[in-house]
């Protein structure tokens, strides 16, 4: 073997040993790592939660406030729609009307889509831990109510038939 040789396979080896992890994107770190390189790991709870795991005890969870405001705000639906699902009485729409009274301002058809839309999102949600999903759509339909509430939407579209040649800037 050649000396023009060894280095280059030295550092073929060594590419293919080290496997390198940005911060950011990882989900783990040693509670050394954040006293040694704090400024990583909040950056990376930052984008997501991380787990900091301890010798001494139990891991612990590292996330920012918007990602634990969102859990809060999927457990509050949660509880909502299973207080919604057990009970007998009416429709779906109807409780979930009983239970979010925005609801009301939305036609029969779009009470009962609106109720569908936001159990379906909420299932995904639990099902893939991404509170974003049921949230969203939650708010989506109530925007959507308070709209039509302020009398938005009442008055007739105009659609123009003839395109307008505009001049370009």
Do not use: Y
């Not at 999927?74 to 925005?102: C, H, I, K, N, Y």
């Amino acid at each position: 073997m050649s000396a023009a040789t060894k280095p280059r396979k030295a550092l073929q080896s060594s590419k293919t040993s080290v496997t390198f992890q940005p911060f950011k994107n990882r989900t783990t770190f040693q509670s050394s790592e954040l006293s040694r390189s704090s400024a990583d790991v909040f950056a990376a709870a930052a984008d997501h939660p991380v787990r900091v795991t301890r010798r001494d005890g139990e891991s612990l969870v590292l996330m920012s406030e918007s990602a634990d405001a969102a859990r809060i705000s999927l457990l509050e639906l949660a509880a909502q729609l299973v207080a919604v699902s057990t009970s007998t009485e009416g429709t779906l729409a109807a409780r979930m009307s009983d239970r979010f009274p925005w609801m009301l301002a939305l036609s029969a058809a779009d009470q009962e889509a609106c109720a569908d839309d936001v159990l379906a999102a909420a299932r995904a949600s639990f099902a893939t831990n991404q509170p974003h999903l049921a949230i969203a759509e939650l708010t989506s339909w109530r925007e959507t109510a308070t709209a039509i509430a302020a009398g938005l939407g009442k008055e007739p579209v105009e659609c123009l038939d003839d395109a307008e040649a505009v001049e370009r800037p």
